[in-house]
């Protein structure tokens, strides 16, 4: 059987290095700090610490990180549907939609700078002006009443202040585990499912007492307070690498592994995002009671929670592409199947809806939290911020046009959601595909192959 877990982008098959090292050893970190920041180490040098109180701390800080960032982002479907039926009631749900979209594809598409800066000077000057940036959207949200306040506070504002913690966030947990990469950034990433099930229950809950603006402002303390144990938390093991240089890495095209790893990853923000944004509005059309219909996504994301941890805990051991691909063909089965249905009958079908979000929720989890996973895996760890920068900066246009795509079918199809739901599937099983020829390209195509 071949093991192919190591995070060097070489493709060749070699024993994982042990997982009991821990931070008692001190020659782990003492090794790595010591080298000449301008010297490029070669993955077979690091050594993983894969645990220890340093380490997880490091996790823990990554998971405040992402609760707010991924909390928000997750709740955007609440947000949409409560803009459109109140403040933004005369636009339509595609020029509602571009506000989320721009806020989705700026959290991702400025990761193209900030994953090389990253390399090349650290997460500090990054995480701390971004956590700042990001409590700052969410209160000028609070304040705002016109379509162009809600998109300069929230889109533009917001999206480049939690990339500004995202990516750094994720990098940093990839320098303090390999053998256990899967499960760390599962655990770590289980903040944005969690974020997505207090936040939309804390918007309607508060909403009705105090009103928008003072909820969101509720949330954005609550954030405040997240991002500040982020700052005191987060820290990584090696010395910036300047030799790398603050830019992006188009030559990783060149690498079959990453180019198709990259299209699966843009397919996977093409799809994601459609049911997170969209299926509170559907609940609403298919008569749900509204205060259920606004708890829905927080169902879907409670499920996500799992579908991060779990699938990270299974990589591990039977390989990170291998289980991406069951994860995604299973996101795509499901939308073509309860979703599909509970929207071709006639009535609410809540059970069908419910099933649908808990089933996607936990599928879908893996596309957050194995693609950085995956991505490590093939590329060198000391340009790892670059090589992620470039990912989703390409993933973000995904992000950007996927919402406003899918709110053009649903115009088109005169409100009707089978279109939306169906482009939703396809994009899922094209993301299958390039998933299969990366897994392919770098871990054979025997089915037996852990990779």
């Known amino acids: ?186 655990v770590a990433t289980t903040s944005g499912g969690f974020g997505g099930v207090v936040f939309p229950i804390v918007v309607r809950a508060l909403i009705p007492k105090v009103g928008f603006g003072w909820t969101l402002r509720t949330v954005g303390f609550i954030c405040l307070l997240s991002s500040t144990l982020a700052v005191l938390c987060l820290r990584t093991r090696f010395p910036p690498n300047k030799v790398s240089g603050a830019t992006i890495d188009l030559s990783a095209f060149s690498d079959r592994r990453f180019a198709a790893t990259a299209c699966a990853t843009f397919m996977i923000e093409w799809a994601l995002t459609i049911p997170q944004t969209y299926f509170t509005s559907f609940a609403l059309y298919k008569g749900v009671d509204p205060t259920f219909a606004y708890q829905m996504i927080a169902i879907l994301n409670g499920s996500s929670v ?48 419910i099933a649908y979000l808990v089933c996607f929720g936990f599928a879908s989890g893996s596309g957050i939290s194995l693609t950085p996973v995956c991505l490590a895996q093939i590329s060198n760890m000391r340009e790892y911020g670059k090589r992620y920068g470039t990912t989703f900066s390409f993933a973000s246009l995904g992000t950007l046009t996927g919402v406003p795509i899918a709110g053009a079918i649903l115009t088109a199809s005169n409100g009707h959601y089978t279109g939306l739901i169906g482009f939703c599937g396809a994009c899922y099983f094209v993301c299958l595909l390039f998933l299969i020829l990366a897994r392919g390209f770098g871990g054979g195509w025997k089915l037996t192959n852990v990779y």
């Open 1 to 186: 059987m071949t093991t192919s877990t190591d995070a060097g982008g070489t493709g060749s098959e070699r024993t994982p290095p042990p997982s009991d090292h821990t931070l008692s050893e001190p020659t782990a970190d003492e090794k790595d700090m010591a080298r000449p920041e301008d010297e490029k180490l070669d993955d077979d040098d690091l050594d993983y610490p894969d645990g220890g109180v340093n380490a997880w701390r490091v996790v823990f800080g990554s998971w405040c990180a992402m609760f707010g960032c991924f909390g928000v982002w997750n709740s955007v479907g609440v947000f949409q549907a409560y803009l459109s039926e109140n403040q933004l009631s005369n636009y339509t749900q595609g020029n509602i939609s571009w506000i989320f979209s721009t806020f989705s594809f700026l959290f991702f598409f400025c990761g193209v700078q900030i994953g090389p800066i990253f390399d090349a000077y650290g997460l500090k000057p990054l995480v701390i002006p971004g956590s700042i940036g990001f409590v700052l959207s969410i209160m000028l949200f609070s304040l705002s009443k016109e379509y162009y306040q809600f998109f300069l506070s929230f889109s533009v504002l917001g999206g480049i202040s939690c990339s500004l913690m995202f990516t750094p966030s994720i990098a940093a947990v990839n320098q303090w585990f390999n053998v256990r990469r899967g499960l760390a950034t599962g």
């Open 306 to 353: 799992f579908g991060r941890w779990l699938p990270g805990y299974v990589a591990d051991r039977f390989g990170r592409f291998n289980t991406m691909i069951v994860t995604i063909f299973l996101c795509a089965v499901f939308s073509l199947s309860l979703w599909l249905t509970s929207s071709a009958v006639d009535g609410k079908n809540t059970g069908l809806m």
